[in-house]
């Protein structure tokens, strides 16, 4: 059985900063790509960021310069710096991560953390 658990989440004010983690546990031998996803009411889920495993990136152009992806392979966590936050910032943000069980390749989804950014 496979986990994602994030934390970091919460409320904001605009300009300021939050850094998010998600770390993977279970029975996991190879974790290919790490992403973060977010949902604001009303929307379509997102891509935000995603981190592959030759340590490349890919970022949504509302976030790029501002927000920062990068991953602990050692302890299967990735993580999301958050800077200059804005309002339309605000959503459900979802780590993902492409891996291998062992018996197959498979996505995993976190739980979500709430992310609130006041004007």
């Known amino acids: 059985q496979v986990q994602l658990v994030e934390s970091g989440g919460g409320l904001v004010q605009a300009g300021r900063s939050l850094r998010l983690s998600c770390a993977a546990s279970?029975?996991?031998?190879?974790?290919?790509?790490m992403a973060w996803h977010r949902q604001a009411p009303g929307k379509q889920r997102e891509l935000v960021a995603a981190?592959?495993?030759?340590?490349?990136?890919n970022y949504a152009d509302s976030v790029k310069g501002r927000f920062t992806i990068s991953r602990d392979n050692a302890r299967n966590t990735v993580y999301l710096q958050m800077n200059s936050l804005k309002p339309e910032d605000t959503a459900v943000y979802y780590c993902n991560a492409y891996l291998y069980t062992g018996l197959e390749w498979r996505n995993y989804w976190g739980q979500g953390t709430q992310v609130t950014v006041s004007s």
């Open positions: 981190i592959y495993s030759d340590e490349s990136t």
């Open positions: 279970g029975r996991i031998l190879i974790v290919n790509t």
